[in-house]
């Protein structure tokens, strides 16, 4: 039984990959319902174009089109979710943390984008905020 900790996930997405551009990609992605899903709202196929559609002499087409249709956008395909249907990767200034000097509070390690580089104010989303 699935308990959401993603260990599965993680474990697969270094496995199969490691290249830049897909830092926020979960490979074997779990779902917990109710919820929005991940992406954001992946199942909605509206939104995606997925799924299929009965032509008017009764054949199924996929929703994104005809074969030629779907050649044509094999390498740019624009019903792809973008970076806002998932969440801005980041991690943790962990240097920050162990070199710290010694003071009355305990230091904090700022989120970091793993895209920019930089400091973010504010995380805003994560795969299980939902």
């Known amino acids: ?6 260990t599965c ?3 697969c997405k270094n496995v199969w ?3 830049d551009g897909v830092e926020y990609a979960w490979f074997n992605n779990v779902e917990t319902k109710p919820g929005i899903g991940y992406p954001k709202e992946w ?3 509206d939104k995606w174009q997925g799924g299929w559609k009965r032509n008017a002499d009764g054949t199924l087409e996929p929703r994104q ?3 030629l249709k779907i050649l044509a956008n094999l390498f740019a395909n624009p019903n792809l979710p973008q970076i806002d249907e998932y969440y801005e990767p980041f991690t943790y200034d962990y240097e920050h943390l162990q070199k710290a000097p010694l003071v009355q509070t305990p230091p904090t390690a700022r ?7 930089r400091k973010m104010e504010k995380i805003e989303w994560g795969p299980n905020w939902e």
């Open 17 to 19: 990959t490691s290249r």
């Open 43 to 45: 199942e909605n196929q």
């Open 1 to 6: 039984k699935c308990i959401g900790c993603h």
């Open 9 to 11: 996930s993680v474990t």
């Open 65 to 67: 089109g005809g074969k």
């Open 111 to 117: 989120p970091v984008s793993v895209l920019t580089g």
